[in-house]
């Protein structure tokens, strides 16, 4: 089992940054990657950036690249995601993720393993 547990969401303007944090503990693995999602009210869950813990590879959606940048620091066991130039679209719940890399890394069923969430709150 994996436990993962979020923090550093908040409410912030628009233009602002944030960085969230995901501490892992329990089994994790060097053949894990970890993911960022996120989910609207009324929306689906959706992939932001994976981070693998192995080599520090990483992929991001489209919708996110070039303001939000996952990073990994393995000796804390904690994957990070900064967030820059917020916009209130970004509001929603944001998720980590655990689980072995693949392919479809993107996709949430990917993942076995979810932290409780942290909501982000962006304000005009």
């Known amino acids: 089992q994996v436990q993962l547990v979020e923090s550093g969401g908040g409410l912030v303007q628009a233009g602002g940054s944030l960085r969230l944090s995901c501490a892992a503990s329990?089994?994790?693995?060097?053949?894990?990657?970890m993911a960022w999602f996120r989910q609207a009210p009324g929306k689906e869950r959706e992939f932001l950036a994976v981070?693998?813990?192995?080599?520090?590879?990483?992929a991001y959606a489209d919708s996110v690249k070039g303001r939000f940048t996952i990073s990994s620091d393995n000796a804390k066991s904690t994957v990070y995601l900064a967030m820059n130039s917020l916009k209130p679209e970004d509001t929603a719940v944001y998720y980590c993720?655990?689980?072995?890399?693949?392919?479809?890394?993107?996709?949430?069923?990917?993942?076995?393993?979810w932290g409780q969430g942290t909501q982000v709150t962006v304000s005009p």
């Open positions: 981070v693998t813990w192995s080599g520090g590879s990483t």
């Open positions: 993720a655990a689980g072995l890399y693949g392919s479809d890394y993107y996709r949430s069923s990917q993942y076995p393993y």
């Open positions: 329990g089994r994790t693995s060097s053949t894990y990657a």
